[in-house]
Each structure stands twice: as structure tokens, then as C-alpha cells.
């Protein structure tokens, strides 16, 4: 026996097989798109903190990706005999199929999405929440996309897994491809001929649909695109849109002005850990204070709390003369959430959003607040991108640069916010030792403009050259807290302070 092949190529020329094409495609997509939105709210519900949406959400995925597909078509499709009310949806063979295909592939992109999102790191979100931007702002502008971007493999690889699943709807009497086919060879007997080509158009489907969404992952994957560097008249013409950011702001130094921070007995414990004993502090505004101490003695949680990504156990913060932050409370109000937007933070880390350019990445908090005027943005980025030296990089992605070009975009995106006080996080210890003089810098030049700085570092010479005081934290408390004139030339030096000046490589002599 061989096969016919003169009605196997006939079968390419049937309306009826063309037309089951259109509906393989059309629920696959359906399916595949619903189950998309649907998954990523189960899996955001699954790692909400509250028991009464994660709970739900487990029970939801665990039950869909254990149930076979067959069962739960065959058991929707007849449910109208329990609720003849569902009879106009689910009565039909194509809604039955769609509805479940949607809630069982739902359960599968809920745990896609999952490792999509949880693999946006952590400082990604606390870039965002330092930059003032809500807690949906940050889901959209910088969490989801960057998720999306990582499962998009995952994703395209289950649109394939749906479009042969869709062959199971074949028993519910939708005539898909398969069921066309079946209903051909039971008149004809041609069983081979007519499956071989259902095969064919299958085939054909899974790859031109599989290539149009492996074209859009090559789109929105920036590893992929070339980095480009502005010759001197792009950057000319680039500058002539350049704004320096908000100029009037109300003078806040000079006497009678209130301190620009004042901390009052400020206590953190992580469990029975006690990180921050009993920090008090006042900062002048305009005041360059660097503080230095043994790594674990509680810098990096203390200036965490001045922005509110920690919260206090104890203490108060007041800035600008007033009450800020208080106690176990966590930006408890409106008043705290506006008030942020006065301090910016540098991040060990950069923490830069690596979908987005450089010039992006400025832009997206002034967009977020103040969305009306996309030109003055514009401007006013390339204004602080210019300043960090850095605008014939405008349009590469953070990756495509070193790690000193990042920091200091770094600064310019904290810059963009106007903030009357920077907090940085070591902002040079991840870096190679060439590129940390660059950084140091841009620093030093906020410095000399007044800007108020608190800085946690290890580069002891500078903290020397450019701090109005030097802080030594260590154990949860501050021992010593000094101008850098007293630190070298105090003549008969506390305890605390001859430990501080070894710990900073200071000798009689001077500095090593
Ligand atoms: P430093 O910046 O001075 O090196 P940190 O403020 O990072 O110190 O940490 C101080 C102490 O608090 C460390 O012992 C650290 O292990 C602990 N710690 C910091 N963050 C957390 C956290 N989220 N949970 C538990 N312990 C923490
Ligand atoms: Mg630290």
C-alpha cells in the first residue's frame, strides 16, 4: 500500500482545514494571551503578603497544573447541566475550549511569571522606592518589564505547548484541526494521507508563530543592541536642549536655619540583633559628613532609615526642622512620602534600571512625577548627564558601561529629583581602584556646591579631604563624630579617637 499523495496535497486546497487553521490559531492566541494577564495576577497574588490572596493563588496553581487538560474541557463543557445559566457560554464548543485553556494555562504562567519577577533584584525595587516612585509605579516602570523580558523564552515556549494543546479540544467537538480531519478520514478511510497533513499545518503554525514571537524577544532584549557613542557634534547638538533642573529653591543654609537632618536616639534591631543602639546626630544643611566604621557596625542600615527603606524601632528624624520619621512607624504618611523626595541615595551597587538608556534612566523618575512636560525632562537630563560627564553616552544601556560611567549616571539620576541632601552607600567599594577617582569627583564637585552629603566610605583620604566632619560608627553607636582638622591634630586623643585614627591608617606622623 502507499500512501495518495495527490489527495494529501488536495487537503492544502480545503476551505474546511483552512478554516480549522483560523480557529487553532485564534484560541491558541486567545488562550495564550488571556492566560498571560491572568497568570501574572496569580502570581503576584501568590507572593502577596497577605494569607488571604497567596493562599488562594497556591491552591489555584497547584489544582490547574494537576488536573489533565481533557478532564477540565470535558467537565466546563458539560457544567451547563448543573448551571443551565452557563448554557450561552459554555455551551459552545469554541468558549468551553477557550475558557479552559485560559484557566489552566493561567496556573502554568502564574509560576512563569513567578520566577520572572522574583528574579528582578531587590535593589531594582529600592532604586524605584528611592526615587519616590509608588508601589504600582514601580511594578510598571521597572519591575514587570524587566520580568517579561526574562520568562519572554518561557512564554513563547508555552504559546507552542498551547497551539498543540488546542488539538484536545478536538473532544469537544470544536472543528479545530484535528477534529476536521478525523470527521475527513472517517468518510474516506484516507487516515494516514489526512493526518499527515494535519501534521503539515500544524507544523506550519508552531513555526511562523514561533519566529513573529522570537522576532519580538530579539526586540526588546537591549543585550542586543549595539552601543552607540555620540561623536563631539552629536553631543554639541544634544547640549544646546540642555535645562539645569529647578534653580529657585528657598535658601536653606545660613544661620537660624534649622539643621537639615537632626536624628534623635534612632534604635534598629534585626531580631534580638541590635544594629543601631542610640544614634543622635545632627547635619547641618550644606554639611559634608562621612561616616566610617567596621563593616557590620550598622552605617548602611542607618542611612536606610533616613530614606524610609528601613524602617526605625525607636528615635526620630527631623528634616529641615520637621518631623519626618518617628518611631516604629513605617512612611506612614502622605507628609513622610513627599518629604522623601528631598533626599536622594547613591547605592553601593548603581542599582541602574538595565532596560532603559542612560538618559531613560535619568528621565523616569521626573517623568513619573511630573509626566506633562516630556521636553523639560528631556532637557534637564541631559543637562546632569552633561555634568557627570557622560553625554556621549545618552543612548547606550547601562550594561554597555564601566562601572565608574555607571555610578555617576548613578548621581545624575538621583540628581534629576533636585534632592537638598544625597545619602551614598560606599559609593565607590564596587569598583575597580581606576575608576574610583572619577566618582570621588563628581562627589567632591556636589560638595563644593553646598549640596548636603552623607556619605558611608572606606576611602579615608577623601573622607579627610572632603568632609566637614568625619562620624566612627561601631557596635550600633557613634564614638567618635569630629572635624577632620581635630581627627589629625587632637593632642591628647580619646581612647575612641586613637582607635579611629588606627582604623583610618593614621599615624603621629600624618597620613599614611
Ligand atoms: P555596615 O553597612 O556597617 O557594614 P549594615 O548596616 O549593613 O552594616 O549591617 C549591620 C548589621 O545588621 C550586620 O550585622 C548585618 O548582618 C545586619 N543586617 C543588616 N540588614 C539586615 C537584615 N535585613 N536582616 C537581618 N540583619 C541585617
Ligand atoms: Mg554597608
Redesign the pocket.
Known amino acids: 500500500m502507499s500512501l495518495d499523495w495527490e489527495y494529501f496535497v488536495s487537503l492544502f486546497f480545503l476551505p474546511a482545514l483552512w478554516k480549522a487553521c483560523v480557529t487553532v490559531i485564534t484560541i491558541s492566541t486567545l488562550s495564550w494571551f488571556i492566560g498571560l494577564v491572568l497568570g501574572f495576577l496569580v502570581a503576584s497574588a501568590k507572593m502577596s503578603e497577605s494569607r488571604w490572596l497567596s493562599v488562594p493563588a497556591k491552591g489555584y496553581i497547584w489544582f490547574f497544573r494537576s488536573v489533565p487538560l481533557l478532564v477540565v474541557l470535558v467537565f466546563v463543557y458539560n457544567l451547563p447541566q448543573l448551571f443551565p445559566v452557563t448554557q450561552p457560554v459554555l455551551g459552545v464548543p469554541y468558549l468551553a475550549g477557550l475558557f479552559s485553556l485560559v484557566i489552566t494555562e493561567a496556573a502554568y504562567m502564574a509560576e512563569i511569571h513567578r520566577s520572572g519577577l522574583m528574579s528582578v533584584s531587590k535593589g531594582q525595587r529600592e532604586a524605584g522606592k528611592a526615587l519616590n516612585i509608588g508601589a504600582l509605579g514601580i511594578q510598571r516602570l521597572i519591575v514587570i518589564p524587566q520580568a517579561i523580558r526574562i520568562s519572554m523564552p518561557s512564554l513563547i515556549n508555552e504559546y507552542i505547548t498551547i497551539i498543540k494543546l488546542s488539538s484536545l479540544v478536538s473532544a469537544i467537538s470544536l472543528p479545530e484541526l484535528l477534529q476536521t480531519g478525523q470527521r475527513l478520514y472517517s468518510q474516506n478511510f484516507m487516515v494516514l494521507e489526512t493526518l499527515l497533513a494535519v501534521a503539515v499545518y500544524y507544523v506550519a503554525i508552531v513555526t511562523v508563530f514561533g519566529a513573529v514571537l522570537q522576532w519580538i524577544e530579539r526586540k526588546i532584549d537591549v543585550t542586543r543592541i549595539e552601543a552607540q557613542t555620540l561623536d563631539d557634534q552629536q553631543c554639541a547638538e544634544l547640549r544646546e536642549k540642555a535645562v539645569m533642573p529647578i534653580t529657585d529653591k528657598p535658601e536653606l543654609q545660613g544661620f537660624g536655619r534649622p539643621p537639615a537632618l537632626q536624628l534623635k536616639c534612632l534604635q534598629k534591631a ?2 534580638n ?1 541590635e ?1 543601631l543602639k542610640d544614634i543622635s546626630l545632627n547635619i547641618a544643611a550644606g554639611e559634608v559628613v562621612s561616616i566610617i ?10 542611612i536606610r532609615t533616613l530614606n524610609t527603606l528601613e524602617s526605625l524601632d525607636k528615635g526620630e528624624v527631623i528634616l529641615f526642622g520637621e518631623g519626618f520619621i518617628e518611631g516604629p512607624e513605617k512612611r506612614s504618611n502622605k507628609d513622610a512620602q513627599q518629604k522623601i523626595k528631598r533626599i536622594g541615595m547613591v547605592f553601593q551597587s548603581f542599582n541602574l534600571f538595565p532596560h532603559k538608556t542612560i538618559l531613560e534612566n535619568i528621565m523616569l523618575a521626573p517623568k513619573y512625577h511630573n509626566a506633562s512636560d516630556e521636553n523639560l525632562n528631556v532637557s534637564r537630563a541631559v543637562y546632569l548627564l552633561d555634568r557627570v560627564g557622560l553625554l556621549a553616552h545618552a543612548y547606550k544601556y547601562p550594561h554597555q558601561l564601566s562601572g565608574g560611567q555607571q555610578q555617576r549616571v548613578a548621581i545624575a539620576r538621583t540628581l534629576a529629583l533636585s534632592p537638598d541632601i544625597i545619602l551614598f552607600d560606599e559609593p565607590t567599594s564596587a569598583l575597580d581602584p581606576e575608576m574610583v577617582g572619577e566618582v570621588l569627583k563628581v562627589i567632591q564637585d556636589l560638595a563644593k556646591e553646598g549640596m548636603t552629603l552623607i556619605i ?1 566610605t572606606h576611602e579615608m583620604d577623601f573622607a579627610l579631604s572632603v568632609s566637614d566632619r568625619v562620624v566612627m ?1 561601631e557596635n550600633g553607636v557613634v564614638q567618635v563624630d569630629l572635624p577632620p582638622s581635630s581627627i589629625r591634630a587632637a593632642r591628647n586623643p580619646s581612647h575612641s579617637l586613637i582607635r579611629m585614627r588606627e582604623f583610618m591608617g593614621i599615624t603621629k606622623l600624618g597620613v599614611i
Not at 295 to 302: E, P, Q, W
Request: hydrophobic share 25%; no cysteine.
Open positions: 534585626y531580631g540583633h544594629v566604621g567596621p563593616s557590620g557596625s550598622g552605617k548602611t542600615t542607618l558611608v560608627m
